[in-house]
């Protein structure tokens, strides 16, 4: 499989072809049990994304969400009112379902402090 510079070379060098025909000659097919071809269009794509210096965010640091969302560690009000903290928030934090939580009201602020636990703990 063709990769960088090689990988841009040899789609420019294509031209004018099917996508089928631009991942199979950069070398992203591999051969099926029974005999028949699969194109990797993923993996060409992320090569030639990566060959183009667009960064695909894989370095580790995305955070725990899904599709390589980053945690913006802010929400919204929903339209029912109810606050969502999503599941790489509570992943995080190791919270299991059926923890439960004290809620203390500020001014501005809720806090959400574990039964049994103290305000203090960071």
């Given at each position: 499989?063709?990769?960088?510079?090689?990988?841009?070379?040899?789609?420019?060098?294509?031209?004018?072809?099917?996508?089928?025909?631009?991942?199979?000659?950069?070398?992203?097919?591999?051969?099926?049990?029974?005999?028949?071809?699969?194109?990797?269009?993923?993996?060409?794509?992320?090569?030639?994304?990566?060959?183009?210096?667009?960064?695909?965010?894989?370095?580790?640091?995305?955070?725990?969400?899904?599709?390589?969302?980053?945690?913006?560690?802010?929400?919204?009000?929903?339209?029912?009112?109810?606050?969502?903290?999503?599941?790489?928030?509570?992943?995080?934090?190791?919270?299991?379902?059926?923890?439960?939580?004290?809620?203390?009201?500020?001014?501005?602020?809720i806090k959400l402090i574990p039964m049994g636990g103290s305000d203090e703990e960071e």
């Amino acid at each position: 499989m063709l990769t960088g510079p090689d990988l841009l070379a040899k789609v420019k060098e294509l031209g004018d072809v099917s996508k089928s025909d631009l991942a199979r000659e950069c070398g992203y097919v591999t051969t099926k049990k029974d005999g028949g071809e699969r194109i990797n269009f993923t993996a060409f794509y992320e090569a030639l994304l990566v060959a183009k210096g667009v960064s695909l965010g894989t370095d580790g640091g995305r955070g725990l969400g899904k599709g390589g969302r980053k945690l913006a560690y802010s929400t919204k009000v929903q339209f029912n009112g109810n606050l969502m903290v999503g599941k790489a928030y509570t992943a995080m934090l190791d919270l299991k379902p059926g923890d439960e939580f004290e809620i203390k009201l500020g001014r501005k602020q809720i806090k959400l402090i574990p039964m049994g636990g103290s305000d203090e703990e960071e």
